[in-house]
C-alpha cells in the first residue's frame, strides 16, 4: 500500500533557529499534500494544503512567513518552522493524495517539535 | 461550521469486551464521515470510512460504524477488544471524498486492561 514517510520523527531544538520537516511519499504521486498540527489533548488541525508547483494555501490563523511549505515535487513536501519559539511546539503531521478523484489520504507518522 | 465532537476524552475497557466509541458531526449537506486510528510513534491509519448506501460499514481489524443520520452520529464498534487495540482514535468528516481536507475530532484514547 501506499507510504508517506515523514522525517524527522522527533527534533528539539533551540528557541530562534529553524527547523524543516520533510514528508515524502514513496509509491505515488502525491498531487496535494495537507500540513497539520496537534496540540496535546486536542484534535488534529489543518495549517495549509499545498498542491505540487503551486503556493501552499494556509488556514486563518497560520502565519505563512513562519511555517514556509514548499511543494516543488510530487512526492516531496517540506514545512519548515523559521525561527521557531516554544509556543511552537506541538505534533506536526503530513498527509498526501494521488491525483485521482477518489485517491485516499495517506498520512505521515508525524514529527513531534519541542522549541527549548 | 463543520465540526466533529467525540465527548469521550479517554475509555478503557477489559480485553474481550465490546467497544463502542462515539462520534457526533455537525454538518449541512451530508458528510463523508471517517474513523482513523493513531498508535503511538505511528500515522493515522484509516479504519473505514461512509460515503453513500449501507449506513453499517465495515473496516479493518474488526471494526464497523453506524451512519445515523437522524442523530448526526458516526459511532465505531468493536464486538471484542484486543490490547493491540488500545490507540486513539479520531473521527473525521469531509465535504467531500475527494480533495478536501478533514476535519477532525479531538480524538478518543483507548485504554485496553487485562
Known amino acids: 500500500g501506499a507510504v508517506v514517510s515523514q522525517h524527522p520523527s522527533r527534533v528539539i531544538c533551540k528557541s530562534g533557529t529553524s527547523v524543516k520537516i520533510e514528508c515524502r511519499s514513496l509509491d505515488f504521486q502525491a498531487t496535494t499534500m495537507f500540513w497539520y498540527r496537534q496540540f496535546p489533548k486536542q484534535s488534529l488541525m489543518l495549517m495549509a494544503t499545498s498542491n505540487e508547483g503551486s503556493k501552499a494555501t494556509y488556514e486563518q490563523g497560520v502565519e505563512k512567513d513562519k511555517f514556509l511549505i514548499n511543494h516543488a515535487s510530487l512526492t516531496l513536501s517540506t514545512l519548515t518552522v523559521t525561527s521557531a519559539h516554544p509556543e511552537d511546539s506541538s505534533f506536526y503531521i503530513c498527509?498526501?493524495?494521488?491525483?485521482?478523484?477518489?485517491?485516499?489520504?495517506?498520512f505521515g507518522s508525524g514529527t513531534q517539535l519541542s522549541v527549548l | 461550521a463543520q465540526s466533529v465532537t467525540q465527548p469521550d476524552i479517554h475509555i478503557t475497557v477489559s480485553e474481550g469486551a465490546s467497544l463502542e466509541l462515539r462520534c457526533n458531526y455537525s454538518?449541512?449537506?451530508?458528510?463523508?464521515l471517517f474513523w482513523y486510528v493513531q498508535s503511538p510513534g505511528q500515522g493515522l491509519q484509516l479504519l473505514l470510512k461512509y460515503f453513500s448506501g449501507d449506513t453499517l460499514v465495515q473496516g479493518i481489524k474488526g471494526f464497523e460504524a453506524e451512519f445515523k443520520r437522524s442523530q448526526s452520529s458516526f459511532n465505531l464498534r468493536k464486538p471484542s477488544v484486543h490490547w493491540s487495540d488500545a490507540a486513539e482514535y479520531f473521527c473525521a468528516v469531509a465535504p467531500n471524498q475527494a480533495g478536501t481536507a478533514l476535519i477532525f475530532g479531538k480524538g478518543t484514547t483507548l485504554s485496553v486492561s487485562s
Open positions: 498527509s498526501a493524495r494521488g491525483p485521482g478523484t477518489n485517491e485516499k489520504l495517506f
Open positions: 454538518y449541512g449537506a451530508t458528510p463523508y
